[in-house]
């Protein structure tokens, strides 16, 4: 453990080096690993450190490492391959705005005396851009104030356990991102759930390991139901029953791993399941989203430069 602390403790880059020190040093001094780990949260999540804890107890631990290096990246990969998606619909947005603020700020402003003392009035979407302009000009101190308050409001009541469970049952029922966000959630679930069974960890503390994995309040409300049944000698199926409205068949195959004792197995093809899920979707909401944002933003612009394009031929008409 030592020899392997000290390489790990080399490659790591500069700011992780002190902590790795400390570990280091606390298993020097007798500490387990998971201990040594748990004094630094900011560095090693919970469930990290509850998973290495359970195989310490069953000596399972550099299994229970493979895992969850393995659950790491694919976590990062799924990030990484979402962030590489956006950029292209950041950068239509991004260009889209920026052309939107030239045209209201510099080429509107520019056209409007031309109309003045014409007897003709400029063309609806060139008034719509200039009142748009003079309210932002007169009122952009205000809609930053109230959107920073909005922001505080929302900050101060965003950890409150209502607002968390009605904001979390809301993003389970959107149509494409309540799908992504079950998967990831159960996904990760099960990922560690079955490397903990698989390891030969009972059930009940594998899934007290699990209980801080969930971000979104209603999983976490069900896993904690879930932790509660098997106390009193009930299934894990039976205590997920909650989230039997969106992942039917995820409940069927522990229920079935249960039954055939292959829920170790069963869970793990179930994280791959929903692992391989959230990826498509993820593809084919950006697919979807990108030529959306194409077509609206080239409408905006487009009808933009054709309002600009009527307003200049109908002052040369006038001057004519």
């Known amino acids: 453990m030592d020899r392997a602390l000290r ?3 080399r490659q790591s880059p500069g700011a992780l080096r002190p902590v790795l020190a400390d570990v280091l040093q606390r298993v020097l001094a007798g500490a387990s690993l998971s201990r040594a780990m748990a004094a630094h949260p900011q560095a090693f999540p919970r469930e990290m450190v509850d998973g290495l804890r359970a195989g310490e107890a069953t000596g399972t631990l550099g299994e229970v490492v493979a895992t969850l290096t393995a659950s790491l990246e694919r976590r990062d990969a ?3 391959h979402l962030a590489s998606a956006m950029i292209y619909p950041a950068l239509l947005i991004l260009m889209g705005l920026g052309t939107l603020g030239m045209v209201i700020g510099v080429l509107v402003p520019a056209l409007l005396p031309l109309f003045e003392g014409s007897g003709r009035p400029p063309p609806l979407a060139i008034r719509a ?5 003079a309210f932002l000009a007169a009122w952009w101190v205000a809609l930053l104030a109230g959107a920073g308050a909005a922001c505080l409001a929302l900050a101060a009541i965003w950890s409150d356990r209502g607002f968390a469970r009605v904001r979390s049952r809301l993003a389970l029922r959107l149509p494409v991102i309540g799908g992504i966000m079950i998967g990831i959630e159960l996904g990760r679930i099960c990922r ?4 903990l069974v698989t390891a030969q960890v009972p059930i009940p503390d594998a899934v007290a390991a699990a209980r801080p994995l969930p971000r979104n309040a209603v999983v976490r409300a069900a896993l904690d139901h879930a932790a509660r049944c098997l106390t009193e000698g009930g299934g894990l199926a039976a205590g997920l029953a909650a989230l039997r ?3 039917p068949s995820t409940l069927t195959l ?6 055939v004792n292959r829920l170790g197995p069963v869970l793990l093809h179930a994280a791959a399941m929903h692992e391989a899920q959230v990826r498509e979707r993820i593809d084919r909401l950006l697919a979807l989203f990108t030529p959306l944002v194409t077509v609206a933003i080239g409408g905006l612009i487009g009808g933009l430069i054709v309002s600009v394009m009527n307003a200049i031929l109908s002052v040369g008409q006038l001057v004519q």
Do not use: F, H, K, N
């Open 7 to 9: 390489l790990v403790e």
């Open 78 to 80: 799924v990030r990484r």
């Open 129 to 133: 851009a200039a009142g748009l302009g």
């Open 192 to 195: 560690v759930l079955g490397t």
């Open 245 to 247: 409205d969106y992942a």
């Open 254 to 259: 522990i229920a079935s791993g249960e039954q």
